[in-house]
């Protein structure tokens, strides 16, 4: 046997402050994260942390308006590590911003290419909506005295008399319904007059 000390791997307890550049004010509320198992822990007001980690893990602290940090812990035979990390502020510029009261040119012509275009249609007649067709065209007035030509053309020609037999045929149709419907009425009646 070796009389060599063997260290098994054991978790070390790292606790510390994590400090802005000045080395004097803390970073309440940056996160310090195990990389391999993305759990990690938030420091307090004071900036305090405490968090365990095996040997071979890695600690990203990161915190908002300061740029991340790696954190390696060394390989020591202890179970408790003591360290102070210090961040440096991160600095991002940002753009020029103009406040108006409306819009730009520029942005209602992003808005206007990035609008829902409508489906074009493949059928011949793309506004049709069934069932909104506009109503047939009404009947011409019958010719009179004052148009002799058409009251001529009515009383003598083929066409003016099947016209004046289908007028006929139908007032003689609407008669006969008139009278089915009465008929159908005065039947729920003893004596019958109730529809006159």
């Known amino acids: 046997m070796s009389g060599l000390?063997?260290?098994?791997?054991?978790?070390i307890r790292i606790s510390g402050t994590v400090f802005q550049s000045d080395k004097k004010t803390p970073i309440p509320g940056a996160t310090i994260t195990r990389v391999n198992s993305h759990l990690g822990v938030l420091t307090d007001e004071n900036g305090a942390f405490l968090i365990d980690v095996s040997q071979q893990d890695t600690l990203m602290v990161r915190a908002v308006g300061f740029k991340p940090l790696m954190?390696?812990?060394?390989?020591?035979?202890v179970s408790e590590v003591r360290v102070n990390i210090v961040l440096q502020e991160d600095s991002v510029m940002l753009g020029e911003v103009e406040v108006t009261s409306r819009p730009s040119k520029e942005m209602i012509d992003r808005a206007l290419r990035n609008m829902k275009r409508e489906q074009v249609s493949q059928v011949k007649r793309p506004g049709y909506i069934p069932g909104l067709e506009p109503p047939p065209?009404?009947?011409e007035p019958a010719p009179t005295i004052a148009s002799p030509v058409g009251l001529l053309y009515n009383m003598l020609s083929r066409e003016g008399k099947e016209l004046k037999k289908l007028q006929e045929?139908?007032?003689e149709e609407?008669?006969?319904r008139k009278q089915q419907e009465k008929k159908d009425y005065n039947r729920f009646f003893k004596d019958n007059t109730g529809y006159q």
């Open 5 to 11: 000390p063997v260290l098994a791997q054991q978790n």
């Open 137 to 139: 065209p009404p009947e």
């Open 174 to 176: 609407e008669l006969k």
């Open 71 to 77: 954190y390696l812990p060394k390989q020591l035979p």
């Open 169 to 171: 045929l139908k007032a």
